[in-house]
């Protein structure tokens, strides 16, 4: 028998495997990543590229909607957000003219403590952070996709927004590849 180790939820299972009936393990390659998240944030900020610095973009009178990912995705808002803050702060805006929203998509809100674990307790602190509710009631429609005529709604918040930010990360997605 062979002994398999599986990511489960924040934890690992182990499925032990008849040995004739493993012919073997394929992992991704792994690649590094930069040595300072926050100060490659920082950079990419400073050193747009084909774009002007947001900083150059925002007016201190604009309300900015800030769209992160919620629980179920590793995207490490934390890191992103607060460079983000600094460099809307650095333009006028007010952190009271900011509102982060959580991309819940069909799951559930996110909640108080998942919050400040997913933005980090300053940045609950600073500005306001709301979970989409995609069965809201208030939702903009904002026309039909032209392939199959769908309708599109979106999110008060984001649609009433003068500038819209959206952050998030690339990766395999766990059922669909």
């Known amino acids: 028998m062979v002994d398999v180790w599986l990511p489960y939820g924040k934890t690992e299972v182990c499925a032990r495997i008849p040995a004739q009936n493993l012919l073997g393990s394929i992992e991704p ?3 590094m990543g930069v040595p300072d998240a926050r100060a490659e944030i920082e950079r990419a900020l ?3 590229i084909t774009s002007k610095r947001l900083s150059e973009i925002v007016k201190p009178e604009h309300k900015v909607a800030i769209v992160v990912d919620d629980a179920t995705r590793p995207a490490p808002s934390h890191i992103m957000v607060p ?3 600094d460099e809307l702060n650095s333009a006028g805006v007010k ?3 900011v509102t982060i929203i ?3 998509g ?3 809100a996110v909640t108080p403590e998942e919050a400040a674990h997913l933005l980090g307790e300053a940045v609950v602190k600073r500005v306001k952070a709301i979970s989409h509710d995609c069965r809201a009631e ?3 429609y904002v026309g039909t996709t032209k392939t199959y005529g769908t309708k599109v709604y979106l999110n008060r918040v984001f649609a009433e927004a003068d500038v819209k930010i959206l952050t998030g990360d690339v990766g395999f ?3 669909a590849g």
């Open 138 to 140: 208030d939702l903009v």
């Open 46 to 48: 400073r050193e747009p």
């Open 173 to 175: 997605h766990y059922y």
């Open 29 to 31: 390659k792994e690649k």
């Open 83 to 85: 460079p983000l803050l």
């Open 102 to 104: 959580f991309g819940c």
């Open 95 to 97: 952190d009271e003219n």
């Open 106 to 108: 069909t799951h559930r």
